[in-house]
Every structure is written in structure tokens, then in C-alpha cells.
């Protein structure tokens, strides 16, 4: 009588071998997935540095209108950085400290311009500051005029970025341990020496981080900018402005200020990713 063959086992080096096959061919899987988009991303990008050259960028450099849309737009920014961490940082430790049905509504208002279209941001302003605005009439009578100046540009940067520092200097200080604060207020600490000696100092992180991304933020910003300040070569004219008539006069001015633009956005970004895993290290 014949007996029937025995089923070949499976040893653990071969099941081990075919889970680490099918390991492999799911991470290419997902490789490939990913690979659309990420072109997607890339390409564009890259282009404009493909079309520009070294004498296009020369020539552009040394262009006026470039280096004002350039200086002004590096000097708003930087004063509407420098407003944002004096004037945000009471209101996010206000949104912080009070958790309450109103602060989830205030800090909903905040978090809308950054939602908001950025033709609508300028649409508000100039109903508030303008001319004939809710608040520009009364500042009309004492000689303040606000619509089409660099104030403009300042106040739509602060519009549109503020929101990003309230936001996480907010949470920074949400991540700091009750605890902490309690113990500093049995040892008799007040409200503004535990603000200032143990919740700062223990969210820096995040503040710096909310600083850096507000900057970028305002460096970019166009839609609230070109309504509510306009566009005046050497006063009001920001880079995204002047990449935006450029298109209309100039390729090259466009081109070379975008490129700009690109470098300095990726340049923030890498340093806040190396700021914060540099921070995290430690």
C-alpha cells in the first residue's frame, strides 16, 4: 500500500525570506504611490530655476524696482514679525490661559484670515482703514492716512501671519505641565514672573518656531497687500507684486524675483526643521 506524500514545512529561513520579500515589494508600492505628487511638487518649481540664467539674474539684480520690491518686502516683513511677538503673545496667553465657550470663539476669529481668501482680508481692511472706512474717516480728520502706504503693507502682513505665532505660542504654552506652575505659585511667584520665568522660557520652542513661520508668511503675502496697499513701484510694491506685474512687463524680473522667493521659503523652512530637531536632540 502506497502512502501519500508528505507536505513540504516551511522553515522559518524561508518564511522569513518571503515576509521580508513581500516587506520590499510593499515599500516600492508605496514608493511608486507617493512618486505622483511628489513630482507634482517638484517639477514646477524647478522650472523656474531651469529657465533662468545667470545674466537674466544679474540683469534684474541691478534693476531698482527689484531691489526695492526686495528691500521693502524684507523690512515689512521683519517689523510685522516684531509687532506679532509683541502684541501675540498676551493674546495667546490669553487663549491659553482661560478655556472657556468665548476664548474657543475668539481664538476661531483668529484662526480665520488664515482660512479666509486673501482678496477678502483686503476687502475688510479697506472698509476699516480706508478713506471712507469705519475707522479711516476719523483717522482722515487727524491727518493719518493709511490705504496705499507701507503701513498697508505691514497691516495686511499682520492680518494674514499673525494668526500662525498665536496659534502655536498658544499651544507651546498649552504643553507646559500645570504642575510646573502651580509649584512656582506656592513659592509665591505671581502671574507675570511665572509668565516670564517659567512659561516663556519652557515654550521657546514654539515661539521662536511661530516667529519664524510668521515671517515667511508675510514675506509671501499678495491678495490683502495689493488691495489694501496697491501698487507704487518704491513704496508699496512687494516682491509678490512685482512678480505678479512682472509677468505682464518683464519674464526675467518675474522669474529672478520668484526664484528669490523659492530660496528664502526653503531657507526657512530648513531652519526651522533643523532649529526644531536640534532642539529636540538635546
Same mark, same amino acid.
Given at each position: 500500500?502506497?502512502?501519500?506524500?508528505?507536505?513540504?514545512?516551511?522553515?522559518?529561513?524561508?518564511?522569513?525570506?518571503?515576509?521580508?520579500?513581500?516587506?520590499?515589494?510593499?515599500?516600492?508600492?508605496?514608493?511608486?504611490?507617493?512618486?505622483?505628487?511628489?513630482?507634482?511638487?517638484?517639477?514646477?518649481?524647478?522650472?523656474?530655476?531651469?529657465?533662468?540664467?545667470?545674466?537674466?539674474?544679474?540683469?534684474?539684480?541691478?534693476?531698482?524696482?527689484?531691489?526695492?520690491?526686495?528691500?521693502?518686502?524684507?523690512?515689512?516683513?521683519?517689523?510685522?514679525?516684531?509687532?506679532?511677538?509683541?502684541?501675540?503673545?498676551?493674546?495667546?496667553?490669553?487663549?491659553?490661559?482661560?478655556?472657556?465657550?468665548?476664548?474657543?470663539?475668539?481664538?476661531?476669529?483668529?484662526?480665520?484670515?488664515?482660512?479666509?481668501?486673501?482678496?477678502?482680508?483686503?476687502?475688510?481692511?479697506?472698509?476699516? !482703514?480706508?478713506?471712507?472706512?469705519? =475707522?479711516?474717516?476719523? #483717522? $482722515?480728520?487727524?491727518?493719518?492716512? &493709511?490705504? @496705499?502706504?507701507? /503701513?498697508?503693507?505691514?497691516?495686511?502682513?499682520?492680518?494674514?501671519?499673525?494668526?500662525?505665532?498665536?496659534?502655536?505660542?498658544?499651544?507651546?504654552?498649552?504643553?507646559?505641565?500645570?504642575?510646573?506652575?502651580?509649584?512656582?505659585?506656592?513659592?509665591?511667584?505671581?502671574?507675570?514672573?511665572?509668565?516670564?520665568?517659567?512659561?516663556?522660557?519652557?515654550?521657546?520652542?514654539?515661539?521662536?518656531?511661530?516667529?519664524?513661520?510668521?515671517?515667511?508668511?508675510?514675506?509671501?503675502?499678495?491678495?490683502?497687500?495689493?488691495?489694501?496697499?496697491?501698487?507704487?513701484?518704491?513704496?508699496?510694491?512687494?516682491?509678490?507684486?512685482?512678480?505678479?506685474?512682472? !509677468?505682464?512687463?518683464?519674464?526675467? =524680473?518675474?522669474?529672478? #524675483? $520668484?526664484?528669490?522667493?523659492?530660496? &528664502?521659503? @526653503?531657507?526657512? /523652512?530648513?531652519?526651522?526643521?533643523?532649529?526644531?530637531?536640534?532642539?529636540?536632540?538635546?
Amino acid at each position: 500500500m502506497s502512502s501519500l506524500p508528505a507536505t513540504k514545512a516551511i522553515t522559518v529561513p524561508e518564511a522569513e525570506r518571503t515576509s521580508t520579500i513581500w516587506s520590499r515589494w510593499y515599500q516600492q508600492l508605496w514608493k511608486l504611490l507617493a512618486l505622483p505628487l511628489l513630482l507634482f511638487f517638484v517639477l514646477p518649481i524647478g522650472t523656474i530655476f531651469v529657465r533662468l540664467s545667470p545674466e537674466d539674474v544679474w540683469k534684474v539684480l541691478q534693476a531698482p524696482q527689484a531691489l526695492q520690491a526686495l528691500s521693502l518686502s524684507l523690512i515689512t516683513a521683519t517689523v510685522t514679525t516684531a509687532i506679532t511677538s509683541i502684541a501675540g503673545t498676551p493674546l495667546a496667553y490669553l487663549i491659553y490661559r482661560r478655556r472657556s465657550p468665548f476664548t474657543r470663539f475668539i481664538e476661531t476669529l483668529i484662526e480665520l484670515p488664515s482660512v479666509l481668501p486673501p482678496s477678502v482680508a483686503g476687502v475688510a481692511l479697506l472698509l476699516t !482703514f480706508g478713506r471712507n472706512g469705519w =475707522l479711516g474717516q476719523s #483717522l $482722515s480728520v487727524m491727518g493719518i492716512q &493709511i490705504p @496705499f502706504t507701507p /503701513l498697508a503693507v505691514v497691516l495686511a502682513q499682520l492680518f494674514i501671519a499673525s494668526p500662525l505665532y498665536v496659534k502655536s505660542a498658544a499651544l507651546g504654552f498649552a504643553s507646559i505641565d500645570c504642575e510646573v506652575r502651580k509649584a512656582a505659585a506656592l513659592d509665591g511667584a505671581n502671574r507675570w514672573q511665572i509668565l516670564r520665568y517659567i512659561v516663556i522660557p519652557l515654550s521657546w520652542q514654539a515661539i521662536v518656531s511661530g516667529l519664524i513661520l510668521t515671517w515667511a508668511r508675510a514675506i509671501g503675502e499678495f491678495g490683502a497687500t495689493i488691495l489694501f496697499a496697491g501698487n507704487l513701484p518704491g513704496r508699496t510694491q512687494t516682491m509678490p507684486i512685482a512678480i505678479y506685474i512682472g !509677468f505682464e512687463t518683464s519674464l526675467e =524680473l518675474a522669474l529672478t #524675483l $520668484s526664484a528669490i522667493l523659492v530660496l &528664502i521659503s @526653503f531657507g526657512i /523652512l530648513i531652519l526651522l526643521k533643523t532649529f526644531l530637531h536640534a532642539s529636540n536632540s538635546e
